[in-house]
Structures are given as structure tokens and as C-alpha cells.
């Protein structure tokens, strides 16, 4: 991951400052030129003029220390568009991602394309959060204290401790044996929660220190959203952010950052923190040898105090807004001082502590962050926020969230950040950038729509019945079903039928599965990753899904040649987010649906349809069940937002499309 370490070398702050470039014997017209670098190089190379006209934005971006928006649709090779100017740009550049998964294909996938034919030495590296990583300290610990508990642990622990001794990078990913189940990596990890940094014994030879010596020492630093966003949000705090000072950074994926930015801007308290910190107090009290009967019985009390406490939100089902805090405090307030008055008596245990080990300190520090996030939550007096309670199986979250992510992004990263290149295959609505630029807060930037690389008028067709009802109407799903079959069997399978909701794909499933003579697959059936690789193998498969198979999945070929939707992606009106964003929106005097629920479907819409073309030899029909695209005046925003395909309402011109 990067260049070597010098000997001894540790981790602290440093100041950036303009890097000699790695390659810079060529020009990027050099390089994407239809005869350039690229096409000698690359065994399946196709000339886009997209991409060069993509990589020439980033560069003057870069140069101009200006913000850019790019919207660049599959096959337009936006990657290597940033990645290269990147490169030669000479800056230390932070690039993020929406998943580990594309993460770690840019560094080991195009790092080493490129690495091989710029014939100069690239100083890359890639940062995940904390958890990902090995705590050395607690590996050794765990050799001589008893932490692990029963034989699987056992067992897992050995496949760790033999991999700690070869590994450089110490990340959890390099072990393709360690179920990811496994128990004992949460007793190793490396999280905030128990380090003792520059204290611990093993500070310089700390995967994390490595880590961030690799960052201090690249050009660009490759890390993802999650990370970034926690970052930047820790960013004013000492020794809180880990990512090194950088001159610009490139958001892939950009559609999503709204939402990560909501949740580390935001706060959360759960119960499953309190159980955790109980249990990791009581593990370095075991392990350092301070526990007591006394420090059992605060441990025990603090459990029962956050039982009762959270037995007070049962009535609560999924994502619930919650502005009763005042009457909450008047009707509990005893049991909410109990779990203050318990996470107080165990910060202060472990302070009277005599000889306290390090471990100690991170400790009663997360006693006081829990303390005060509850207060903050209990509060509820910030009209910033949006106060939400969800239970998911038996955890239950107590959640505060930004209404509006603009103002904080305008502050902490555009205003912060010299060059800021968000891209996606879907930012822009009905031709524009307005809707994103209004929601992150980018006053000013320039834009980019890249030319589409793919003939989608002769590939892709799209369908939208005409004689189904309303998705609202109650006789909706059985339409929608006989319709789903008839499509199904021109299509020969080969099909993801995705649905805004669990319950409609589940009725649906219900309804089709058993009609069609093909393999059925069902999210939730089994990890996605998983269902993802039986549809692949399967031939004719048809996948039934929702949302998280909307984005980042690719099935180039004919195994995938038909995409159905149920209906158009309207976010839930009543979840607690999009509803008090709604509810701002009309407070100012705007149209939160056209400001707001339009553009956001318009994106998700454009996210699902994304899944079918995924190279030139693809060709597909694209179904829509939900006619009000060509029924409703807003249909023409979704219609203007997506690729130039060819357009019908006749299930014979499916028909004839699939028998060619």
C-alpha cells in the first residue's frame, strides 16, 4: 500500500505542500489520443472522446483551483479521466469512493495499469476506516489475557495472530479465510474506541501509524465516503482527523454524499453502544487486572439502567420522527437519570483507578461522548436536526440528523478544499446540476455532461405500459404481476425485477415466481454478494430486489437483458428525513416536490436503469410498471433525465426487440 516505511517512522502533522509530478513526460491528449499511450497499451482500448474531454475538465479544474461536476455515464472510462490528471497534477489528491469494493479496485486494479506503462514510480495509497484494521497491541494481549471465548474464536484468533506476522498493511480484507462472521476480529480491530495512540507500545509499528506515514508520503490517497465524511467532520478536532492535509479531492459515486454527510454531521446513541462499552470495560479490566465485585456491580446496574431506558421507544417500528422529548423527560425522567448517573459512576470507576493502564483513558472518554450525545438528543432543541428514533431487531437508535447538509458541505468542504470534482453516471436532472448544487451547497463549479459512449437508441428499449393502474391502486399488484410474466417470457429471464419496497417484491415474488420457468432468486434469501454471483451462473436467472440492487451492481451480457421496475423511486414521504427536509422546503415557500421528491426519484430512476448497458455489445429492454412518466405533466423532468433510449408501449415491440 505505498511506498515502504523508513525505519522508525511515525505518524504526525505535517504541512502540504506541491509535489514534483510522477509522470509528467506526456500530456493527457498524449495519453487519450485515439493513437496516444492509452490505446498501445490497454488490450481492449476503444477511443472515447468523452473520457478526454472528462480528463481535460479535471486537469483545468486542478490547475484553475476550481470546483467541478461531472456527470459521466457507464462506459465512458471516467476512472482513468480523474485518475490520470490526478496523477500528473502534482498535488496530493484525495480520491473517495462510494464502496470499499471500487476502493480497492482503483488501487489494485488501475494503480498497477498505470504503474506499469507511465514508467515512473506512482506514490498511491488507500485509507479505510479503523475497523478494518489490526490492533497489534491486542493480538499480543489476547496471547497471554483471556478475551477469547469458546473454540471458533480460538480458531480464528490462530488464522489472525499467523497472518499479523507477514502482513504489511494489517488489513482485514488481505485474510481469505477469516469468516466474516468471525467474533474475535471485533476484540482486534483496531477502532478509536480503545486505542491508546502515541502510549502504546506498539504506536510505531501501528498498522495505523503505517498507514498514515503511506498518506503523508503519496500523491494520492485513495479512501471512501465513509471515511471521508467522518473525517472531515472530526477535522477541527486535535489529532481527530487521520487523512493528511490535501489540495483537492474527487468524489466518484457523488449522488450518495448527501447522505453519508447526514450521518457524521448527525449524532447516534444506541443501545448496542452502551452494551458495548460495558463489555469493553469489563474486558480491559479483566485483562489488565483492576477488575472488582464493585466494578461488576456498576457494569451491571449501567445494563439495566440502559434497558430501561430503551424499553421506552418498543412502541417504535423501523425509522420514526420523534419531537416529544419534554414530555419524554416529564413521564421517564427518572429513568433516563439512571443511565446518566450509570454511564457517570462508570467514567468515574475507572478514573479512581490506581496505576490505571492507557487502555483506561479512551474509556472514560467514551463514557462522557455517550453522556453528552444523549443529553444533546434529549434536548431536541436544535432546529438543525431532525430527531428520529429506529429499531432495527433488537437495537434501538436514538438518531439526530441534518435537515440541510449545504450550509456545513459550503463551510467544512467547498470553501475549505481548493478543488472539489464530484462525479457520477447520475447527478445531472433534466440536463442540469441545479438539484445538486442546491443540495451540497456548491454555489459555484463548473459542469460537465460527457457525451454517452454507448448507441442507446439501437441497445436499450424502453417500456412503459399503458394499461396498468395507478401503483397506488389496490389491484396494482396482481396487474402488475401478469404484466411482470408476459415480460419475463419474452425476455427469456435474464431479468432484475426491482421494487421500491420489501413488500411489493415479496407480494410480487409471491405472485410470479411459481408462473415462470425460470430460477426465482429473492434478496434476502442469502448475502447479496452471494445472490449476486448465483445469478450471474445461472442461466435465465430472474433476481427480485429493492433498493441496495439499484446501484454498484454490473452483469455485463446477456445474463442480464431486461431491467423492471415497479415504480417510480419516490423517496417514503413519511421517513423522518425526507419528511422534515419536505417540511423545511415548504417553510421557505419552495415546491418540495418539484424541488426535492422529483429530482431525488429522478436520480434513483437513472441509478436502476444503469444496471442494464454496461458495455457496447449489451442490449436490453428497460421496463417501467408505473405510467405516470407518461401520464403526468413531472414525467417529462425523468424522461429529459434519462439516456436517449428507444421508447415504447407496445409489449409486441418487446417482443420483436428480444427475437432479433
Given at each position: 500500500m505505498g511506498a515502504a516505511l523508513p525505519p522508525g517512522s511515525v505518524a504526525g502533522p505535517t504541512r502540504y505542500t506541491d509535489r514534483v509530478p510522477a509522470a509528467g513526460q506526456f500530456t493527457l491528449r498524449q495519453f487519450f489520443a485515439p493513437s496516444g499511450l492509452l490505446s498501445r497499451c490497454h488490450p481492449s482500448y476503444e477511443h472515447r472522446s468523452g473520457q478526454l474531454e472528462m480528463a481535460e475538465a479535471v486537469e483545468a479544474a486542478l490547475n484553475d483551483r476550481r470546483?467541478?461536476?461531472v456527470e459521466a455515464g457507464t462506459g465512458t472510462g471516467k476512472t482513468l479521466a480523474y485518475l490520470v490528471p490526478a496523477i500528473l497534477s502534482g498535488k496530493r489528491i484525495v480520491i473517495s469512493t462510494g464502496t470499499k469494493n471500487l476502493q480497492e479496485q482503483l488501487f489494485f486494479k488501475d494503480v498497477p495499469f498505470l504503474q506499469r506503462h507511465l514508467g515512473a514510480e506512482l506514490k498511491v495509497c488507500y485509507m479505510k476506516g479503523r475497523g478494518n484494521y489490526a490492533c497489534r497491541q491486542k493480538i499480543y494481549d489476547a496471547q497471554k489475557e483471556p478475551v477469547l471465548e469458546g473454540l471458533e474464536e480460538v480458531a480464528d484468533f490462530e488464522i489472525i495472530r499467523e497472518w499479523e506476522k507477514t502482513t504489511q498493511s494489517g488489513d482485514r480484507a488481505e485474510i481469505r479465510t477469516l469468516p466474516e462472521s468471525a467474533t474475535a476480529w471485533a476484540k482486534l480491530d483496531a477502532r478509536r474506541e480503545l486505542c491508546s495512540g502515541e502510549k502504546c507500545p506498539q504506536f510505531e509499528r501501528c498498522f495505523i501509524t503505517r498507514m498514515r506515514q503511506r498518506a503523508l508520503e503519496s500523491d494520492i490517497v485513495i479512501v471512501n465516503h465513509h471515511l471521508f465524511f467522518a473525517d472531515l467532520a472530526v477535522k477541527d478536532q486535535e489529532y481527530g482527523a487521520i487523512i493528511?492535509?490535501?489540495?483537492?479531492?474527487?468524489?466518484?459515486?457523488?449522488?450518495?454524499?448527501?447522505?453519508?454527510?447526514?450521518?457524521?454531521?448527525?449524532?447516534?446513541?444506541?443501545?448496542?453502544?452502551?452494551?458495548?462499552?460495558?463489555?469493553?470495560?469489563?474486558?480491559?479490566?479483566?485483562?489488565?487486572?483492576?477488575?472488582?465485585?464493585?466494578?461488576?456491580?456498576?457494569?451491571?446496574?449501567a445494563g439495566e439502567?440502559?434497558?430501561?431506558?430503551?424499553?421506552?421507544?418498543?412502541e417504535f417500528e423501523g425509522r420514526s420522527g420523534f419531537r416529544d422529548q419534554a414530555g419524554l423527560l416529564e413521564r421517564h425522567g427518572e429513568e433516563y437519570s439512571g443511565l446518566q448517573h450509570a454511564l457517570d459512576l462508570m467514567a468515574s470507576h475507572l478514573q479512581l483507578v490506581e496505576q490505571a493502564p492507557e487502555e483506561a483513558i479512551p474509556l472514560v472518554s467514551r463514557c462522557a461522548a455517550v453522556s453528552d450525545a444523549l443529553k444533546t438528543w434529549m434536548a431536541g432543541n436544535d432546529r438543525r436536526l431532525v430527531y428520529w428514533v429506529e429499531r432495527r431487531g433488537r437495537g434501538t437508535f436514538l438518531q439526530a440528523t441534518p435537515i440541510d447538509v449545504s450550509p456545513i458541505l459550503s463551510e467544512k468542504l467547498f470553501n475549505a478544499v481548493p478543488t472539489v470534482v464530484l462525479t457520477s453516471a447520475t447527478l445531472a436532472v433534466g440536463g442540469n446540476f441545479d438539484y445538486v448544487k442546491s443540495r451540497l451547497g456548491l454555489s459555484s463549479a463548473r459542469t460537465l455532461i460527457v457525451p454517452p459512449h454507448f448507441d442507446y437508441p439501437k441497445q436499450a428499449l424502453l417500456y412503459v405500459p399503458q394499461h396498468l393502474p395507478d401503483p397506488r391502486h389496490p389491484g396494482f399488484v396482481r396487474a402488475a404481476?401478469?404484466?411482470?410474466?408476459?415480460?419475463?417470457?419474452?425476455?427469456?429471464?435474464?431479468?432484475?425485477?426491482?421494487?421500491?419496497?420489501?413488500?411489493?417484491?415479496?407480494?410480487?415474488?409471491?405472485?410470479?415466481?411459481?408462473?415462470?420457468?425460470?430460477?426465482?432468486?429473492?434478496?434476502?434469501?442469502?448475502p447479496r454478494t452471494a445472490l449476486l454471483e448465483e445469478f450471474r451462473s445461472t442461466p435465465h436467472a430472474v433476481l427480485f430486489a429493492t433498493a441496495s440492487f439499484w446501484q454498484g451492481v454490473d452483469v455485463p451480457g446477456e445474463q442480464l437483458s431486461c431491467v423492471i421496475i415497479d415504480k417510480l423511486p419516490f423517496a417514503v414521504p413519511n421517513d423522518p428525513v425526507v419528511e422534515a427536509r419536505i417540511r423545511a422546503i415548504h417553510e421557505e415557500g419552495g415546491n418540495a416536490f418539484y424541488e426535492y421528491q422529483i429530482p431525488q426519484a429522478a436520480l434513483a430512476l437513472k441509478q436502476g436503469f444503469g444496471r442494464l448497458i454496461r458495455s457496447r455489445l449489451d442490449r436490453g429492454v428497460l421496463a417501467l410498471l408505473d405510467n405516470r412518466i407518461s401520464k403526468q405533466r413531472y414525467g417529462r423532468v425523468f424522461f429529459e433525465s434519462l439516456p436517449d433510449y428507444g421508447f415504447t408501449t407496445s409489449l409486441s415491440e418487446v417482443e420483436s426487440f428480444f427475437d432479433v
Open positions: 470546483h467541478l461536476v493528511p492535509e490535501y489540495a483537492a479531492v474527487v468524489l466518484d459515486e457523488a449522488h450518495e454524499i448527501e447522505d453519508v454527510a447526514g450521518q457524521y454531521f448527525g449524532l447516534s446513541v444506541s443501545n448496542y453502544q452502551i452494551e458495548e462499552l460495558r463489555r469493553d470495560i469489563s474486558a480491559v479490566a479483566q485483562r489488565k487486572g483492576f477488575g472488582s465485585r464493585e466494578l461488576d456491580q456498576i457494569l451491571t446496574a439502567a440502559a434497558m430501561r431506558f430503551f424499553a421506552l421507544f418498543e404481476s401478469e404484466e411482470i410474466l408476459r415480460i419475463l417470457k419474452a425476455s427469456r429471464g435474464r431479468a432484475f425485477v426491482l421494487f421500491t419496497s420489501y413488500q411489493q417484491m415479496r407480494a410480487v415474488h409471491d405472485r410470479v415466481s411459481f408462473q415462470i420457468d425460470y430460477p426465482a432468486l429473492l434478496q434476502g434469501t442469502g
